[in-house]
């Protein structure tokens, strides 16, 4: 059943990070979950991580804005979570985010450089969840029309796809 694979996997990968344990604040997965969020986040014990389904998603801070992108044709609309308050309501305590896709790239941010609302972690492509196949579920975007720093092979570097995990670190 594919729904027990996902969770062996899961636990396969997070084996020796502990057993999640959610914040109140921030609720709890009720669905399949889409991110992790670990390291170091007062929001959960050392060793510990907080995952995120859709809904907990929707519920923390959202921003949406339409803009062209390097890897679409024509505006698109995203909506998401800003990383920076995503940080906040883990209550980050570190200097750098580590961004992991299903597809082992990886990429660090200096928290410093975020700004209040750019990126977001997207959840949502003109108004619909995007699939794996379709850089989703959840995509690191910035409003790139609106700035030309967002238009820079560093920023295109941090806009990473298919994310799955964020690992806070000193
Ligand atoms: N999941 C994932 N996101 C990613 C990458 C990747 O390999 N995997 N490459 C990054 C880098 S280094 C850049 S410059 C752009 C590359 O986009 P391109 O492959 O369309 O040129 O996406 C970024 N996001
Ligand atoms: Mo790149």
Do not use: C
């Not at 969770?7 to 997070?14: G, W």
């Not at 999640?20 to 992790?36: R, S």
Request: no cysteine; net charge negative; glycine share 8%.
């Amino acid at each position: 059943m594919p729904g027990s694979t996902h969770i062996a996997i899961l636990a396969a990968t997070f084996a020796g990070v502990g057993m999640p344990v959610i914040a109140d604040n921030l609720g709890q997965p009720a669905n399949e979950p889409l991110l992790t969020v670990l390291g170091d986040v007062a929001a959960a014990g050392e060793g510990t991580a907080l995952r995120f389904d859709r809904p907990m998603l929707e519920a923390l801070q959202n921003v949406t804005f339409t803009t062209s992108t390097i890897w679409t044709t024509g505006p698109q609309t995203f909506t998401g979570v800003p990383l920076a308050h995503l940080l906040e309501a883990v209550r980050a305590d570190g200097t750098r985010v580590a961004i992991y896709a299903t597809n082992d790239y990886k990429v660090e941010i200096p928290i410093a450089e975020l700004d209040g609302n750019a990126p977001i972690v997207a959840f949502l492509q003109n108004g619909a969840p995007m699939s794996l196949r379709d850089k989703g579920p959840l995509w690191i975007v910035y409003p790139y029309d609106a700035n030309p720093d967002y238009r820079s092979e560093v920023s295109y570097a941090r806009s990473v796809w298919q994310v799955e995990r964020i690992e806070v670190l000193d």
